[in-house]
Antibody, heavy 116, light 107 residues
Framework: QVQLVQSGAQVKKPGASVKVSCTVS????????MHWVRQAPGKGLEWMGG????????ILAQRFQGRVTMTEDTSADTAYLELSSLRSDDTAVYFC?????????WGQGTTVTVSS | AIQMTQSPSSLSASVGDRVTITCRAS??????LGWYQQKAGKAPKLLIY???NRQTGVPSRFIGSGSGTDFTLTISSLQPEDFATYYC?????????FGPGTKLDIK
């Protein structure tokens, strides 16, 4: 079965960039459509973007376009989320998730704190 | 982007109660909707996909229904482990969008 293991918590200063990893086991990354979801403290879930198999490309939510990059290293079965120009309101837990119908496998979450 | 709304935003209920949460899409999404349960400090868990299909291992007390713009998640008899926050997610169009959540707590 698929498992997703994410990298550890990070603290960044405003204006910096952060890169979060999500390593797949049980399947190869090429067999999966990976998505990224974030949750600010005390807030709801926010879909950031993910791979759309129908279009064959990664789709980003508009508010993240220009600031978010989602990449994959298939040799390491690892997906990456990079967020640049960090602001305090980017403080959140970032999840990777995958699945066929619905996202049924999630990483454990990575806490990113943006603070001066 | 399709907007998702949920009602109620919070709900207090007792063990054994039957509860219903509603999710509404700003435009038709066929049956491309999932329901997720999230407990504090944990990743979300998929309960229902395709509006009405229970994910493997999800108890039969969780019932999803609806299509088009209006959807419901019913928990037929609340158990202590069901107190959590519930989110709907539309997968019909990109970007995918979550509802704002319904927090279910113990009365």
């Amino acid at each position: 079965q698929v498992q997703l293991v994410q990298s550890g918590a990070q603290v960044k200063k405003p204006g910096a960039s952060v890169k979060v990893s999500c390593t797949v086991s049980g399947f190869t990354l090429t067999e999966l459509s990976m998505h990224w979801v974030r949750q600010a403290p005390g807030k709801g879930l926010e879909w950031m973007g993910g791979f759309d198999p129908e279009d064959g490309e990664t789709i980003l939510a508009q508010r993240f376009q220009g600031r978010v990059t989602m990449t994959e290293d298939t040799s390491a079965d690892t997906a990456y989320l990079e967020l640049s120009s960090l602001r305090s309101d980017d403080t959140a837990v970032y999840f990777c998730a995958t699945g066929g119908s619905g996202m049924d496998v999630w990483g454990q979450g990575t806490t990113v704190t943006v603070s001066s | 982007a399709i907007q998702m709304t949920q009602s109620p935003s919070s709900l207090s209920a007792s063990v054994g109660d039957r509860v219903t949460i509603t999710c509404r899409a700003s435009q038709g999404i066929r049956n491309e909707l999932g329901w997720y349960q999230q407990k504090a400090g944990k990743a979300p868990k998929l309960l229902i996909y395709g509006a009405s299909n229970r994910q493997t291992g999800v108890p039969s007390r969780f019932i999803g229904s609806g299509s088009g713009t209006d959807f419901t998640l019913t928990i037929s008899s609340l158990q202590p482990e069901d107190f959590a926050t519930y989110y709907c997610l539309q997968e019909y169009s990109r970007p995918r969008t979550f509802g704002p959540g319904t927090k279910l707590d113990i009365k």
